[in-house]
Nanobody, 120 residues
Framework: QVQLQESGPGLVKPSQTLSLTCTVS??????????CSWLRQPPGKGLEWIGF???????NYRPSLKSRTSISRDTAKNQFTLQLSSMTPEDTAVYFC????????????WGQGTQVTVSS
């Protein structure tokens, strides 16, 4: 059974860079061909797609966040990482790492989510 687990700081100061890591177990991020993705849900709002990295290392980001977003991976550790720069209070949200099969709109696997609060 594939499992995803987010890790990172729960509190970030404005203007800082958020770095979250998703550790995948039970499956390889390079051989499953899934899109390793990040989503977030701000308080009182719906889920928002941030971006993904493919098994080959290609990335795609939400246009409104593209200038501040970087998703990378460490295949040796079976992890992928989100970096979101110039954080503001509007970036406060629960952040999820998820795994999406190719050619699918459905999420196959979810991390449990991690609360990130932006506050001085």
């Amino acid at each position: 059974q594939v499992q995803l687990q987010e890790s990172g700081p729960g509190l970030v100061k404005p203007s800082q860079t958020l770095s979250l890591t998703c550790t995948v177990s039970g499956g390889s991020i390079t051989t499953t061909h899934h899109y390793c993705s990040w989503l977030r849900q701000p308080p009182g709002k719906g889920l928002e797609w941030i971006g993904f990295i493919t098994y080959s290392g290609s990335t795609n980001y939400r246009p409104s966040l593209k200038s501040r977003t970087s998703i990378s991976r460490d295949t040796a550790k079976n992890q992928f990482t989100l970096q979101l720069s110039s954080m503001t209070p509007e970036d406060t949200a629960v952040y999820f790492c998820v795994s999406i099969p190719p050619n699918s709109d459905s999420i196959a696997y979810w991390g449990q989510g991690t609360q990130v609060t932006v506050s001085s």
